[in-house]
């Protein structure tokens, strides 16, 4: 069985693997807050709008998240990370490349929140992100897909 490598933290934490057969094909990931009630509808948000089923799924807290993001996005999760082809883009620059792939009407408010310059669009990102918990709540453990999204969600 073939791994992708761990990124290591340093931490002694025992190193997980992740099949490469559970990425392989994988074009876009979003990771995300599994415990935050803003993140999870923003997961519920995409996958509605997703209708050509790019995008898979997975908790900044489980196994995936580990084994292809670095340890400083791991452990940040004040932010959602969307991974395309090894590339990871954080925060606003997530939402605007989320928001192109989710239909033309999307496509126009990515295209518009593009034009608001990155620290900006980042700070405003920030704001939301650091009260998300007082807004949106806080729950006790991460989304658990329905059988129909099972595929669309990496652990």
Same mark, same amino acid.
């Given at each position: 069985m073939s791994t992708v490598p761990?990124? &290591?933290? !340093?931490?002694g934490e025992i190193p997980i693997t992740v099949e490469e057969?559970?990425?392989?094909?994988?074009?876009?990931i979003l990771f995300f807050d599994g415990v935050c009630g803003l993140c999870?509808?923003?997961?519920?948000?995409?996958?509605?709008?997703?209708?050509?089923?790019?995008f898979q799924f997975a908790p900044l807290q489980g196994d995936t998240a580990r084994s292809l993001l670095s340890p400083t996005?791991?452990?940040? &999760?004040?932010?959602?990370v969307l991974w395309v082809g090894g590339r990871t883009?954080?925060?606003?620059?997530?939402v605007t490349r989320i928001?192109?792939?989710?239909?033309?009407?999307?496509?126009?408010?990515?295209?518009?929140?593009?034009?608001?310059? &990155?620290?900006?669009?980042? &700070? !405003?990102?920030?704001?939301?992100?650091?009260?998300?918990?007082?807004?949106?709540?806080k729950k006790e453990s991460c989304r658990l897909p329905t059988p129909q999204e099972r595929t669309r969600f990496l652990p």
């Amino acid at each position: 069985m073939s791994t992708v490598p761990v990124a &290591l933290s !340093g931490t002694g934490e025992i190193p997980i693997t992740v099949e490469e057969s559970k990425v392989e094909g994988v074009r876009r990931i979003l990771f995300f807050d599994g415990v935050c009630g803003l993140c999870s509808w923003s997961i519920d948000f995409v996958m509605k709008r997703d209708v050509k089923e790019e995008f898979q799924f997975a908790p900044l807290q489980g196994d995936t998240a580990r084994s292809l993001l670095s340890p400083t996005d791991v452990n940040d &999760l004040d932010t959602m990370v969307l991974w395309v082809g090894g590339r990871t883009y954080r925060k606003s620059a997530a939402v605007t490349r989320i928001l192109w792939r989710l239909g033309t009407g999307w496509q126009a408010v990515g295209v518009l929140l593009w034009l608001i310059p &990155l620290p900006i669009r980042n &700070l !405003g990102y920030t704001i939301v992100a650091k009260n998300r918990y007082r807004f949106f709540g806080k729950k006790e453990s991460c989304r658990l897909p329905t059988p129909q999204e099972r595929t669309r969600f990496l652990p």
